[in-house]
């Protein structure tokens, strides 16, 4: 009983003194303001005189700072955000220095690189993909992105019709597509087709022929490159709609040939 009534006299008081402090006259004497003689002018006056007392390079460096921080919370694309969080540290990291703060300082220090880094990586990504519109499909631009894994002669690697999670690209060995009767290389892209279609579902299956390894990549990492990036996403578009093409006509020369191979075995009637 002593000690709940210790512990209710000790939170009043705790209480009370909260109360007094957030009272508006000794908010205004804080401020260095007469409570008693309170106007525009004088409150004014009193906030330019506290901004004026501030004016350091150190507290310039942190304003600036801030600034491009509230900008990367405006970016709705990665590579601005990139660029203005950079700026940003920067700019933090110079308060640190001149405010003789030794952690600040090193933690936006840090923040630099990692972000020119990501930065570097975004830039490269799009330049890559562009060059890929202009002829080069490898999209060998995306292996920073992807894990690599394993495969033994006879694997299926996807069925057709499955529900499909993730695209490939095969680095050795060799793996057919069955439905076409086509050998992928290493170096192609297997399952891009899945991540456009409305339902996620293979178009093919997909047999490994010979021992190799392939590198995978997410729907849900590509979706987060998608729209970090529009103009990566654009490029992406353009690249699937070739490799679209591509395999309508192959499958047309097929059709072309079973129909003469068909006439051939027909004979003249």
Same mark, same amino acid.
């Given at each position: 009983?002593?000690?709940?009534?210790?512990?209710?006299?000790?939170?009043?008081?705790?209480?009370?003194?909260?109360?007094?402090?957030?009272?508006? #006259?000794?908010?205004?004497?804080?401020?260095?303001?007469?409570?008693? %003689?309170?106007?525009?002018?004088?409150?004014? @006056?009193?906030?330019?005189?506290?901004?004026?007392?501030?004016?350091?390079?150190?507290?310039?460096?942190?304003?600036?700072?801030?600034?491009?921080?509230?900008?990367? =919370?405006?970016?709705?694309?990665?590579?601005?955000?990139?660029? #203005?969080?950079? *700026?940003?540290?920067?700019?933090?990291?110079?308060?640190?220095?001149?405010?003789? %703060? *030794?952690?600040?300082?090193?933690?936006?220090?840090?923040?630099?690189?990692?972000?020119?880094?990501?930065?570097?990586?975004? =830039?490269?990504?799009?330049?890559?993909? !562009?060059?890929?519109?202009?002829?080069?499909? $490898?999209? &060998?631009?995306?292996?920073?992105?992807?894990?690599?894994?394993?495969? +033994?002669?006879?694997?299926?690697?996807?069925?057709?019709?499955?529900?499909?999670?993730?695209?490939?690209?095969?680095?050795?060995?060799?793996?057919?597509?069955?439905?076409?009767?086509? &050998?992928?290389?290493?170096?192609?892209?297997?399952?891009?087709?899945?991540?456009? $279609?409305?339902?996620? +579902? !293979?178009?093919?299956?997909? &047999?490994?022929?010979?021992?190799?390894?392939?590198?995978?990549?997410?729907?849900?990492?590509?979706?987060?490159?998608?729209?970090? @990036?529009?103009?990566?996403?654009?490029?992406?578009?353009?690249?699937? $709609?070739? +490799?679209? =093409?591509? %395999? @309508?006509? +192959?499958?047309?020369?097929?059709?072309?040939?079973?129909?003469?191979?068909?006439? #051939? #075995?027909?004979?003249?009637?």
């Amino acid at each position: 009983m002593t000690f709940s009534a210790d512990m209710s006299t000790t939170l009043n008081r705790i209480l009370d003194t909260a109360a007094d402090n957030l009272r508006v #006259a000794k908010i205004l004497i804080q401020l260095g303001l007469d409570p008693n %003689n309170v106007t525009y002018d004088a409150i004014f @006056n009193r906030l330019l005189e506290i901004f004026l007392a501030n004016i350091t390079l150190a507290n310039m460096f942190a304003l600036i700072g801030a600034i491009f921080f509230v900008a990367t =919370l405006l970016t709705q694309t990665m590579v601005p955000l990139r660029v #203005a969080n950079m *700026i940003g540290c920067v700019f933090f990291a110079g308060f640190g220095a001149l405010a003789g %703060n *030794i952690t600040t300082f090193l933690l936006y220090l840090l923040l630099v690189p990692i972000n020119a880094f990501r930065l570097r990586q975004m =830039l490269v990504l799009v330049k890559k993909a !562009r060059s890929a519109t202009q002829g080069d499909t $490898s999209m &060998e631009w995306l292996k920073p992105f992807m894990t690599e894994r394993k495969y +033994r002669k006879g694997d299926v690697l996807v069925k057709k019709d499955d529900v499909a999670q993730e695209m490939f690209m095969t680095v050795t060995g060799k793996f057919l597509v069955k439905e076409i009767k086509v &050998e992928l290389p290493p170096g192609r892209i297997m399952g891009e087709l899945g991540f456009l $279609s409305p339902n996620n +579902r !293979r178009t093919a299956t997909i &047999e490994c022929l010979e021992d190799g390894h392939v590198l995978t990549i997410t729907y849900e990492k590509l979706l987060e490159i998608y729209f970090q @990036n529009p103009q990566f996403g654009y490029y992406f578009l353009v690249l699937t $709609s070739q +490799r679209l =093409l591509e %395999n @309508n006509a +192959r499958l047309e020369g097929i059709i072309a040939q079973n129909k003469i191979a068909q006439q #051939a #075995a027909a004979g003249p009637k």
